[in-house]
């Protein structure tokens, strides 16, 4: 996950936009095409960027509803997952109203409060959705090197109780875009340009220096507890421990390969903005002219693989996640039988005439009162002749 909400779409020129005070409000309200950016830049802003968050919000909302279904939304991984869908469309969402914006020539950062509400929604679901992942990652580790205490550790109270903490702490936190930022222009009040300048380092460490060595931390106790249990699998004759084994494996390897994933698309992304951090401190160079066509070119590329690992989610459970796909198609099937069964009876029209003058006089509901009103004697004596040929 690119760290904090300023990296969306042409935010992401650096991670220090406020060291300029007029960068992000050029980067909100100017044309897509007014920004001297490279070829290669220019074609991944405005035809890869929409299909990314548009495909990506299709695929995490239709991922969290298959993570809350009855089979899977009592284990605690399902609620992180659920979640992390959530928090996914909420940053593909902010990133995809910047590239209206901008495309379109709509300007939103004109808009009184438009800019703050578009800075905190980036800000919050990016830091959701990172530790998410970390939390993923280490319920991954406990069901691996201890589990032992799997069943006191990943329990689905405790999954709602640590994201219930993760949206009190990222409200608190990133609640500066509606005090310290003016509503109007979309720039810092100059009272307050340090103070948001530090909350954009700290927002650094907490989403990408903390996260990136939880999850190397973890992934490393994992890869080395599973060459291990190999091994010792490999010394074993019982087919019952091997069994067991298999299991285990079986089911955390969604996990892993959630983590691995997210790492990987990650990792570029992260090394190229602790470049433009380590040369911004050492050179003392202004960032944007610092940078040529070319730089941008490669981490606008960078970024599109870390926005990848937001919209791509269900290819990882699809691959790697049997109970996810039995799920999933238990659903499709669901709702393509009950719409085939909706259009079965909107077919059949109950007001259509019969070749049966007696079936007609009981379909209609006028004749039928009448019928039963004269006496109950004519009605059993038009009842009998069509239970008779219904049953024969």
Known sequence: MSSGGLSSGNWTANKHIFKNDDILYENITKPLLALPFHPITSFLERYTIPVICVFGLITNTLSSVVFLQKPLKNNSCSIYLA???????????????IWISQVFHLRLGTISGSCSIIIFLSYVCGFISVWLVVF????????????FVVKQMCTKRIAEIVLMILCIL?????????WAISADDCVPFPQHSKTVQAFVYADTVITLALPLCGIIHLMGAIVCSLIKSSNIRKKRTKSGVTQSGHTLAKVTKMLFAVTATFFCLN?????????????GFVFGKNDNASHSIQEEAVHHTTLLLSYLSLSTNIIVYLVFGSKFRQVLVKMCLTCFSSTKRENRQSRFDWNRPCRNPELNK????????????????EWTSKLVPLERAYTN
């Open 83 to 97: 979640a992390r869908g959530i928090a996914d469309n909420g940053f593909l969402l902010t990133l995809l109203i």
């Open 136 to 147: 993923v990652t280490f319920e991954n580790y406990i069901r691996i090197c201890k589990p």
């Open 170 to 178: 990222s409200v608190c936190f990133y609640n500066f875009p509606f």
């Open 267 to 279: 990792v570029p992304s992260h090394i190229y903005r602790y470049v433009i951090m380590i040369n």
């Open 362 to 377: 009981l379909q209609n509901p006028v004749t039928r009162s009448l019928t039963v009103l004269v006496t109950d004697k």
